[in-house]
DNA sequence: TTGAAAGCGATACCAA
DNA sequence: TTGGTATCGCTTTCAA
């Protein structure tokens, strides 16, 4: 087996052009290259005779001589950090999707949050002719960033998703994201209508890296204002980096798993004991809500009879956990479609709106749960107010 | 911000070529291109003076034309089902990891479990002179595909990854795996050693369509042959489709998680009650595992102290699920690295062996735990044979 | 309808 | 060392 590389026996020419198909069709070069685009001035017969040719010999064209010669390839870039991440893996199969259905294909590079590698795949996507880019940035600020101003120069049209805040974007690129505001608002509204009243928020540790906070907070807030009597208890949240670990993290500092499940477990006794009459957790992501449950869980409490747990995510990502989780729900095919529009219609992106799913992680406040003792008010299921 | 794409500005001309730069810097064609190659045989103030120009020019060459001309992508195809898939998604990332560490690129298509857009993407790789194809395949028979015929006819090296029972595959198709067996040999010694003396095996209904099956069985049976008394219960799992669900299930069945979740629940106290006396359980892969422990919890069982749980898995996708689980687990860069090797060094792959690794999920068996309360043996802890 | 020829943007050979 | 030129495989225009 091994050999049959190593010796290439001679048996015919590896590579097949479209001149040895018009040679065996017995026609002009021309006529083979109409036949292969399918152009309507050749006679049905020529044609047949053509493809038969080209199918007897195993001829496949050569893409790069065809992208040369037409300055086209259909290709579109998406470059993202890691594919092994619940979201950015969404995102990708959602991208893959919509894509598939036009003419176009995916060229898939990721960066690794490694800025170098943002830079090479930026300018490989230029260097390979992409008609489009897609981009999950890899920095916060491009003042100096060359690469990305190559696709300005080259009017490849580009598209850059994640929250605000991303500065000195060249300005013929989109900006395209989900509206996470509303989604906080909608996942407070829905906690507070079940009659919670305290509402504890897992954020990531503020930092100047960390993206979307803003937003995340001010939506809860707005949530928030239209419920008498519910209270917010944001935590910040610090896990060997200064962040809620990401697939960055674990690489980068070398925090496990269980580092991080310990983490979340010694969060919730102190948030569960400290800041009393605390029933209910949004957390920032679907993995961090996942840990939430098992800490609960070990700590004795039931979700959602205890305590309910809730999360922005996007859409089909539910059988990635153990537990199906109440979320505001991103449509992974929304954002993707939206990012495509952009570049192939040229239609300024919207913010993405979330929709709320209940599963099985949330449910009406109980009012002998352990979380909340000492505060045996019996009027909360009723006090909410309409949405 | 849209009118930048629709108007397109009279600039300067789009695209460069290396002619524009050999004007700039008064210098033959001939020499800008040594230059971009890094020849030697270049002075060196006109490389200084060739660079600058590509630098001011914001010059960016054409991978078409000079893959044309030279005959080399420097590219490796990747051919998965999905990314959005536990699996595929850690393999995606050790492959592009590995082939970083090269002068390669990776070039990532998905087929979605679609044979059409295997065959579509095995031609695309060829049409792109693809230097490599490392195929996840769609199909269990390779008997009348032509295209991957053409990999032979174009001798594109390719190495087919997955389970044996795949036929019909070229001569010249290398194909690399992880050894299943000795993975599911490890994990049923490790639970025999824990004192567990009868072991639920969780594995996929058998069916044509399901590879893999033999190995892991094969494997289970040489665990359990160096241990007196420990007992295994195969536990056939049909959910929906008449498999556990697989990101392709949940596609074309429409299966939910919840569902799924609930079919495990309904499973456990199934195998709880009938076969009394199971006390551990060795699943298909990490997220059935993580089912499972949820399903346990849920019916009042303490994992690891009433119930071990363990699985086959690939490391480093333990940041996923809610649990830290005791694997016997593969390295998926070891995985990435085989597979190059063969292709770029034409080494024929190994069986990549496994590792056990305990985490939280397993534990010595519990003697008033509530999965066997009717075998109070006392001798289990001791009896276990050495490995 | 068909065939001949120019040219896409690079590489590489060979003469200067 | 440098410069000119043929060539890679295909598309496309234009003349026959």
Redesign the pocket.
Not at 27 to 31: D, F, Q, T, V
């Given at each position: 087996m091994r050999e049959m590389f190593l010796m290439t026996p001679a048996l015919e020419k590896p590579?097949l052009?479209?001149?040895d198909v018009a040679k065996r069709a017995n026609?002009?070069?021309?006529?083979a290259?109409?036949v292969?685009?399918g152009s309507l001035?050749?006679?049905p017969?020529?044609k047949k005779r053509v493809l038969k040719a080209m199918e007897d010999m195993g001829y496949v064209?050569?893409r790069h001589?065809?992208n040369?010669?037409?300055g086209r390839t259909y290709r579109l870039g998406l470059l993202m950090p890691f594919a092994s991440d619940l979201y950015y893996a969404t995102l990708l199969d959602a991208f893959n999707e919509t894509v598939m259905e036009t003419n176009y294909r995916l060229d898939v590079q990721l960066h690794r949050w490694i800025e170098k590698e943002e830079d090479v795949a930026i300018r490989y996507f230029v260097e390979s002719g992409m008609e489009g880019v897609i981009l999950h940035p890899c920095r916060t600020n491009y003042e100096n960033v060359a690469n990305i101003r190559l696709l300005e120069q080259y009017r490849i049209p580009c598209v850059v998703m994640g929250p605000q805040g991303i500065c000195n974007l060249p300005d013929t690129v989109f900006r395209g994201m989900q509206d996470l505001a509303s989604g906080m608002e909608l996942l407070v509204k829905h906690l507070a209508s079940l009659g919670h009243r305290k509402i504890a928020l897992l954020l990531p540790a503020s930092s100047s890296k960390q993206l979307g906070m803003h937003e995340r907070l001010d939506g809860a807030k707005r949530g928030v204002a239209s419920y008498q009597g519910v209270k917010l208890e944001v935590i910040y949240m610090r896990a060997g980096s200064d962040n809620v670990p990401s697939q960055k993290d674990f690489k980068t500092y070398g925090i496990s798993i269980t580092d991080y499940q310990d983490y979340v477990s010694k969060l919730v006794k102190k948030f569960l004991s400290q800041k009393k009459g605390v029933t209910a957790a949004i957390t920032v992501n679907e993995i961090t809500a996942w840990m939430l449950i098992t800490a609960l869980k070990e700590g004795g409490f039931r979700v959602p009879e205890d305590f309910s747990v809730a999360t922005l995510g996007l859409s089909n990502t539910e059988h990635f956990g153990g537990f199906p989780l109440t979320m505001a729900e991103y449509s992974p095919m929304d954002i993707a479609q939206c990012a495509l529009d952009a570049l192939l219609k040229k239609i300024e992106p919207t913010l993405v709106p979330p929709s709320l799913v209940v599963r099985r992680s949330s449910a009406p406040v109980c009012f002998s749960s352990p979380g909340q003792p000492e505060e045996p008010q019996n009027n909360n299921k009723h006090e909410r107010q309409q949405t």
């Open positions: 590579r052009s479209i001149r026609c002009a070069l021309g006529s290259s109409k292969l685009n001035e050749v006679s017969a020529m064209p050569n001589a065809r040369l010669k037409s």
